[in-house]
Every structure is written in C-alpha cells, then in structure tokens.
C-alpha cells in the first residue's frame, strides 16, 4: 500500500462503490450526489465515534 495514504473513506450503496477517496473529497462527491445530504463536519464527526456507520441507503466506512 502506498505510504503517503493516511486514510481511506468509501460511501457504498446497493453493493456499489458511490465515491472514496479522502474525507473530504469523498463527501464532496457524495453531496453533488444527494444535495439534501448533511454538511461535511457532521461525517467527520461520526467518522470520529465509528469507523463505519449506515445513513438510508448509503454505508460509510474509513478503510485505513
């Protein structure tokens, strides 16, 4: 794996990758996506009490 990654987050829905890359990034492709979505401190903040949680259809997960 390459060292320079620090983290890793993907969004899953219906068993299909929606976007991953960095948080930020990540949300910001998932926003363009779901314009009704939540800002992007409230995943960084249930990204710091889990590592994985479900929001409707869509699975957030940090892989590393």
């Known amino acids: 794996m390459n060292k320079r990654i620090t983290s890793l987050y993907v969004i899953v829905s219906d068993n299909k ?6 948080l930020k990034d990540t949300i910001t492709v998932f926003q363009n996506i779901e314009p009704e979505s ?4 409230f995943y960084y903040r249930q990204f710091q009490k889990s590592d994985s949680f479900t929001l ?6 940090r892989l590393v």
């Open 17 to 22: 990758v929606v976007s991953f890359g960095n």
């Open 38 to 41: 939540r800002n992007y401190q």
């Open 56 to 61: 409707g259809l869509y699975h957030f997960q």
